[in-house]
């Protein structure tokens, strides 16, 4: 198992997509992982079971954002040390990031088996789906601390440049999933309480099998129990870098909580349609969000090793790899889109018709999103996570929520203008985005040096 790789020297581009690819393929299977939940709940459950897991799942994927931001600190905190050539500071490192996401699953798992039944009112689940929605978030709490560990191990490697862990792990994980799903939703027709189960026991599988792998394989570095310890300088500088990436990743989902909220007030199908929707954005959004986390480690190690014109060379490979992804995706969604709904929703003429028309509106973002997200993983690799979460929680908190709202009183309502909301809100950050590439790209012109978190 090959497990750092130097990315401060040679080619970019085919580098680069050596290492994105594993990366897609990760998030190609988390999208099946969770996309397997709604096609086995939509064909073999009830609307109210479809609207539940995707209520539930929301929240969780929400939890998983913030859990994924944090760890971001780690990746790039790793990264960072690789191009500074500080291998023997990168157990103390992974050790503090397994104690800080220990403590932070725990706190998690309390909140959820507490307040599942208040945070379901407060996202307005519809009345038929409530039960389901309340008992899909105390099962997936109860499992937190492997969702933790599962997403920990991912942003783990992707930081020593090693992709290929994550997707090995990721790959156990969706293999379990969708044998849990047949055999608990189609099989015993357990319905929520199936999804859910299935979605836990594969996770905490997956973490056991990818520990035992990783120790039998090795690290090229020191690494052992008595790095698992909080150092204050390395916390300090993972949360700093991690936190405001965490903070955005959380507040940008709740805006899409909010979504999902406003969508439940229209009644159980809709919400259903819209569940399905989403499951597909995450497959449609699969080529940007690779290149997302990939430019992250690859810039974050140029940028250790003082080489912002290499930096700049990854950014532009990557616009270009991910433009030409995004038209593809783009008419698929567009055009396709009914048949695409198809596949989670069999039968359910009404749902995926919401779905096709929420997805239309997406169709569009798929453009956007292919240019903003290149630019966040340059950022984030730059270390400047900061910038990153101002204008995350601006597209989010200025347009999406506003819009929607305004889309709701809009007479009749239209799940196509709803879901406007979020190509507006990509344009804005797009735009931002592009103006401060400017400031920064005078700022390296004129011989000032790269901030570090280290």
């Excluded at 988390?30 to 929301?58: C, I, K, P, R």
Aim: hydrophobic share 55%.
């Amino acid at each position: 198992m090959e497990k750092t790789n130097n990315f401060t020297e040679g080619a970019i581009t085919a580098p680069l997509l050596k290492f994105a690819l594993p990366v897609l393929g990760a998030l190609l299977l988390q999208s099946l992982y969770g996309g397997v939940d709604m096609f086995v709940v939509g064909n073999f459950g009830t609307t109210a079971d479809v609207s539940a897991v995707n209520t539930g799942s929301w929240l969780m994927m929400t939890i998983t954002q913030v859990i994924i931001g944090l760890s971001m600190g780690t990746t790039i905190l790793l990264g960072q040390m690789i191009g500074m050539k500080r291998e023997g500071e990168l157990g103390d490192v992974m050790g503090t990031g397994i104690c800080l996401f220990a403590i932070l699953g725990l706190c998690v798992t309390f909140i959820i088996e507490v307040f599942a039944r208040p945070i379901a009112t407060l996202m307005q689940s519809p009345q038929e789906a409530f039960a389901g929605t309340v008992l899909y978030l105390r099962i997936c709490g109860g499992g937190l601390l492997f969702i933790v560990a599962y997403n920990l191990l991912g942003a783990l490697f992707r930081g020593l440049g090693n992709s290929r862990v994550p997707l090995m792990t990721v790959a156990i994980a969706c293999f379990l999933n969708i044998a849990g799903d047949f055999a608990l939703v189609g099989g015993y027709h357990m319905g929520v309480a199936g999804a859910a189960i299935a979605t836990v026991a594969a996770q905490a599988l997956s973490v056991v099998i990818s520990l035992v792998i990783i120790k039998r394989n090795g690290v090229s570095f020191d690494f052992g129990i008595k790095n698992i310890r909080i150092n204050k300088t390395h916390l300090k500088a993972t949360v700093k870098l991690g936190l405001p990436i965490a903070f955005q990743d959380t507040l940008i989902s709740i805006s899409f909580l909010v979504v999902t909220a406003i969508v439940n007030s229209l009644g159980v199908t809709a919400s259903a349609g819209i569940g399905v929707a989403e499951k597909l954005c995450g497959f449609i959004m699969l080529v940007p969000s690779a290149l997302m986390q990939s430019m992250a480690a690859f810039v974050a190690q140029n940028i250790g090793a003082g080489k912002w014109n290499r930096a700049l060379k990854t950014l532009k490979s990557g616009l270009i790899i991910s433009a030409a992804a995004g038209i593809i995706m783009a008419y698929f969604t567009f055009f396709h889109g009914d048949f695409m709904a198809s596949l989670f929703a069999a039968g359910k003429e009404d749902v995926i018709a919401c779905a096709y028309e929420y997805l239309k509106a997406y169709a569009i973002d798929t453009l956007l999103v292919s240019g903003m997200f290149c630019f966040v993983g340059f950022f984030n690799g730059c270390g400047r996570t900061r910038f990153v979460m101002l204008q995350g929680i601006t597209g989010a908190f200025l347009v999406r929520i506003p819009f929607s709202f305004a889309m709701k009183m809009r007479q009749p309502v239209s799940l196509f203008w709803i879901g406007m909301a979020t190509p507006a809100s990509s344009l804005l950050q797009l735009i931002i985005c592009l103006l401060y590439f400017a400031f920064v790209y005078m700022q390296m012109k004129k011989g000032e040096k790269m901030p570090s978190a280290i």
